[in-house]
C-alpha cells in the first residue's frame, strides 16, 4: 500500500533514524507537503530522494536536512544545468545506483559537466561526507587511515 514519510507505521522509525542522526532514502517522494513536515519534524534525520528532482533540490534549498540523489537524472547536462539553476551544489549526491548504468552516463554527467571542480567533488563524495560526519560514531580518520 502506498505511504509517506508522514504515516503512522513511519514515526517509530523516523524517531530512531532521528536518535542516531541516520539517513532515510526513499526511491521518490511523491508528497511534497508530507516530505516537508518530516524535515521540519525530524530534522535530526537526513531525508535523501532516490530520483533526480528539480522540486526536490529547491525544497533542499529551505530544509539543510534533504539532498537529492542523482540518479535518474536523464540527460548528460542535468547535473549541470541543475547546479547552475540552484547557483550552489550542496543539494545533490551522486546516484546510490551510478555503478548500474555506463560510467559515461552515471558518473560522467558530474565528471564530464561543464561546472566547477568543486562542485564535482562535493557532489562525487563531499556531501556524503557531511552527512556521514552528522553521525556519532563515524569516525572519518578511519578512511584516510584505513584502520
Not at 507505521?9 to 513536515?37: C, G, K, S
Not at 551544489?89 to 561546472?115: E, K, N, P, R, W
Not at 566547477?116 to 563531499?126: H, M, N, T, V
Request: glycine share 6%; net charge negative.
Amino acid at each position: 500500500p502506498s505511504y509517506t514519510v508522514r504515516s503512522d507505521f513511519m514515526q517509530p522509525i523516523l524517531e530512531i533514524l532521528a536518535e542516531r542522526r541516520l539517513v532515510y532514502l526513499n526511491h521518490t517522494f511523491d508528497d511534497v507537503a508530507d516530505l516537508e513536515w518530516a524535515c521540519d519534524k525530524h530534522q535530526d534525520v537526513m531525508f535523501v530522494a532516490g530520483h533526480f528532482s528539480g522540486v526536490i533540490n529547491d525544497l533542499a534549498l529551505r530544509h539543510p536536512n534533504l539532498r537529492d540523489c542523482t540518479c535518474a537524472a536523464m540527460t548528460p547536462s542535468s547535473v549541470g544545468d541543475e547546479l547552475r539553476r540552484l547557483g550552489r551544489s550542496d543539494t545533490m549526491l551522486v546516484g546510490s545506483d551510478f555503478s548500474q548504468v555506463h560510467i559515461g552516463f552515471g558518473l560522467g554527467m558530474i565528471a564530464y559537466a561543464d561546472i566547477a571542480e568543486q562542485d564535482k567533488r562535493s557532489i562525487l563524495g563531499k556531501n556524503a561526507m557531511r552527512q556521514l560526519e552528522r553521525v556519532p560514531w563515524f569516525d572519518a580518520t578511519a578512511i584516510t587511515t584505513g584502520s
